[in-house]
């Protein structure tokens, strides 16, 4: 309907084909809470178990109401396809998975969300996948780490708590040479950043957060850009080449692209083979509320910007604040980064750090009367934490500062209440933390 638009104030409210229920012709996305659907016939069920038409089967695979958030997603991110999961964290461990087998390694830079490296040093090293960590700001790291069984790069897009931008289109270059992909997780960057325009072969977003907005629905996505030349290296991705003995040999880079005439064998093996397997499907339910979030999110993205923009200038030489950590209070070469890939606005999230350490940041998150103390971002609330004592906790201290958490540090994620509410409520509390301390 709107692919004429490259307006996400637009895409966000009609992005992908429906327009309405062709059934009852209403305008709001049906809620299809259903667990299955019945075939017209032997052969149409047969078809769609052999993958030689796509339609619905079982909500664990596909689900109408998911199906028209899937299909604006991708208009969002200017991808070609989507897969919508149950949690941000599903849609990291099977965008990985979806490539790699046990032997395989993938290269993944420091500056990480806290429940991420847990996956990557615990989880996925249990599974025998090896993840080698590259500093951002020197991008040929990436590419002296790599070898035979490199399957993929991995970063995020505005990584907290460090809040350095990654530079994506440096690294994809890097990748695309080889036949690696880049997987940006763009979770706190949707509307501002397009990381498909800068070279990234997937996107990923943790749904629960700016695109759902509202704190009820967790979700995650996966976005395949539908431009990656997945035949640069043929033994690089085995599971997109060689034959899968699940689905009768299929060979997914050659028989996706013949059924649906689109670059995206790795979008629809994720979905046939990883989510059929593994069964992480997003609720009908939650896909309905998070579609309900998406129709704002631009113009509450626009209001998180500026009030941020606003909280970071306040703070910036305030005394009872030893630093503020903000997207473009970086050094020099991730503040040129910044100004590259943000477009409209610079991110909600603020870092401060206190000068009295762990107690210190405790009693200014507990003396908080507006924030919310909760272990998430992108609400449409103002929300506080302190990742050393709750987010970050599990890491050893090395990981810790190495991700940018110190004793002292407060993550802020700036709501989109009034600015002067925001202020008021901040400094109250510093004033508080100040006293209590000195």
Same mark, same amino acid.
């Given at each position: 309907?709107?692919?004429?638009?490259?307006? =996400?104030?637009?895409?966000?409210?009609?992005?992908?084909?429906?327009?309405?229920?062709? $059934?009852?012709?209403?305008?709001?996305?049906?809620?299809?809470?259903?667990?299955?659907?019945?075939?017209?016939?032997?052969?149409?069920?047969?078809?769609?178990?052999?993958?030689?038409?796509?339609?619905?089967?079982?909500?664990?695979?596909?689900? =109408?109401?998911?199906?028209?958030?899937?299909?604006?997603?991708?208009?969002?991110?200017?991808?070609?396809?989507?897969?919508?999961?149950?949690?941000?964290?599903?849609?990291?461990?099977?965008?990985?998975?979806?490539?790699?087998?046990?032997?395989?390694?993938?290269?993944?830079?420091?500056?990480?969300?806290?429940? $991420?490296?847990?996956?990557?040093?615990?989880?996925? &090293?249990?599974?025998?996948?090896?993840?080698?960590?590259?500093?951002?700001?020197?991008?040929?790291?990436? &590419?002296? !780490?790599? @070898?035979?069984?490199?399957?993929?790069?991995?970063?995020?897009?505005?990584?907290?708590?460090?809040?350095?931008?990654?530079?994506?289109?440096?690294?994809?270059?890097?990748?695309?040479?080889?036949?690696?992909?880049?997987?940006?997780?763009?979770?706190?960057?949707?509307?501002?950043?397009?990381?498909?325009?800068?070279?990234?072969?997937?996107?990923?977003?943790?749904?629960?957060?700016?695109?759902?907005?509202?704190?009820?629905?967790?979700?995650?996505?996966?976005?395949?850009?539908?431009?990656?030349?997945?035949?640069? @290296?043929?033994?690089?991705?085995?599971?997109?080449?060689?034959?899968?003995?699940?689905?009768?040999?299929?060979?997914?880079?050659?028989?996706?692209?013949?059924?649906?005439?689109?670059?995206?064998?790795?979008?629809?093996?994720?979905? #046939?083979?990883?989510?059929?397997?593994?069964?992480?499907?997003?609720?009908?339910?939650?896909?309905?509320?998070?579609?309900?979030?998406?129709?704002?999110?631009?113009?509450?993205?626009?209001?998180?910007?500026?009030?941020?923009?606003?909280?970071?200038?306040?703070?910036?030489?305030?005394?009872?604040?030893?630093?503020?950590?903000?997207?473009?209070?970086?050094?020099?070469?991730?503040?040129?980064?910044?100004?590259?890939? !943000? &477009?409209?606005?610079?991110?909600?999230?603020?870092?401060?750090?206190?000068?009295?350490?762990?107690?210190?940041?405790?009693?200014?998150? @507990?003396?908080?009367?507006?924030?919310?103390?909760?272990?998430?971002?992108?609400?449409?609330?103002?929300?506080?934490?302190?990742?050393?004592?709750? $987010?970050?906790?599990?890491?050893?201290?090395?990981?810790?500062?190495?991700?940018?958490?110190? =004793?002292?540090? #407060?993550?802020?994620?700036?709501?989109?209440?009034?600015?002067? @509410?925001?202020?008021?409520?901040?400094?109250?509390?510093?004033?508080? #933390?100040?006293?209590?301390?000195?």
């Amino acid at each position: 309907m709107t692919n004429f638009s490259k307006h =996400p104030e637009t895409i966000g409210i009609h992005g992908g084909s429906f327009r309405k229920d062709e $059934t009852q012709t209403s305008v709001s996305v049906p809620i299809h809470q259903t667990t299955s659907y019945e075939f017209n016939s032997s052969k149409h069920a047969s078809n769609l178990f052999s993958l030689k038409e796509f339609g619905n089967i079982y909500t664990r695979i596909m689900n =109408p109401t998911s199906n028209v958030l899937e299909e604006r997603l991708a208009s969002l991110e200017k991808g070609a396809a989507a897969l919508c999961l149950s949690s941000g964290q599903s849609a990291s461990a099977l965008s990985i998975q979806n490539l790699c087998n046990t032997g395989d390694n993938i290269i993944a830079s420091t500056d990480l969300y806290g429940g $991420t490296i847990n996956l990557f040093n615990n989880t996925l &090293k249990s599974m025998g996948i090896e993840v080698r960590y590259a500093n951002p700001e020197n991008p040929k790291e990436f &590419k002296e !780490l790599s @070898d035979s069984k490199t399957r993929l790069y991995y970063a995020e897009t505005l990584p907290n708590p460090s809040l350095r931008i990654f530079p994506i289109e440096e690294v994809s270059k890097i990748g695309i040479d080889s036949g690696i992909p880049l997987i940006i997780d763009n979770t706190a960057c949707p509307v501002i950043c397009n990381p498909i325009d800068y070279g990234a072969a997937i996107v990923l977003h943790s749904l629960t957060k700016f695109i759902g907005g509202h704190g009820t629905s967790i979700g995650g996505v996966i976005i395949d850009s539908g431009k990656f030349d997945w035949s640069i @290296d043929k033994k690089r991705q085995p599971n997109i080449w060689e034959p899968d003995e699940s689905y009768h040999g299929t060979i997914w880079g050659e028989a996706v692209p013949k059924l649906t005439g689109a670059n995206i064998p790795y979008i629809i093996r994720n979905r #046939v083979v990883l989510l059929r397997d593994l069964g992480s499907a997003l609720s009908p339910f939650n896909s309905f509320l998070i579609i309900q979030g998406l129709e704002t999110l631009a113009l509450r993205m626009k209001q998180h910007c500026i009030n941020a923009e606003k909280i970071k200038t306040l703070l910036e030489g305030h005394p009872k604040v030893s630093k503020v950590i903000f997207s473009t209070n970086q050094n020099k070469y991730f503040n040129n980064l910044a100004q590259k890939y !943000l &477009k409209g606005g610079n991110g909600s999230l603020i870092g401060i750090e206190l000068s009295g350490g762990m107690e210190a940041g405790k009693k200014f998150i @507990d003396n908080l009367k507006l924030f919310y103390h909760v272990a998430n971002i992108g609400d449409s609330r103002s929300l506080a934490i302190h990742p050393a004592s709750t $987010t970050h906790s599990q890491l050893n201290e090395k990981d810790m500062l190495l991700a940018g958490v110190t =004793p002292g540090y #407060v993550r802020l994620s700036i709501g989109i209440e009034h600015f002067e @509410d925001i202020t008021y409520d901040i400094m109250q509390s510093l004033e508080k #933390v100040w006293t209590a301390w000195f």
